[in-house]
Nanobody, 118 residues
Framework: QVQLVESGGGLVQAGDSLRLSCAASGLTFGLYTMGWYRQAPGKERELVANIGSGGSTDYADSVKGRFTISRDNAKNTVYLQMNSLKPEDTAVYYC????????????WGQGTQVTVSS
């Protein structure tokens, strides 16, 4: 059974930093592309950042230069370092694991709330 468990969310002020973690179990972590998505109230879920199995990364334009995604395959964990947070970063942040092996496998965590006050 695959589980993705996020942690590290909270309430911060604009300009502060947070680091989110997502611990994965029940899958061969190193084979999966890991991503962070977020969903603000009344908005659709959007991609924040991805990191491939080989370590390649990509980011939403809105977070480039402020957020950094990384992974530790030995710990089955993906991180999202968020710096210079803005009120518009307020959302529930979800961890995602996906792999194409003939069919698309995709898994989601339960989400962690990030609230940035101005």
């Amino acid at each position: 059974q695959v589980q993705l468990v996020e942690s590290g969310g909270g309430l911060v002020q604009a300009g502060d930093s947070l680091r989110l973690s997502c611990a994965a179990s029940g899958l061969t972590f190193g084979l999966y592309t890991m991503g962070w998505y977020r969903q603000a109230p009344g908005k659709e879920r959007e991609l924040v950042a991805n990191i491939g199995s080989g370590g390649s990364t990509d980011y939403a334009d809105s977070v480039k230069g402020r957020f950094t995604i990384s992974r530790d395959n030995a710990k089955n964990t993906v991180y999202l370092q968020m710096n210079s947070l803005k009120p518009e970063d307020t959302a529930v942040y979800y961890c995602n694991a996906r792999r194409w092996g003939g069919v698309l496998e995709t898994y989601w965590g339960q989400g962690t709330q990030v609230t940035v006050s101005s």
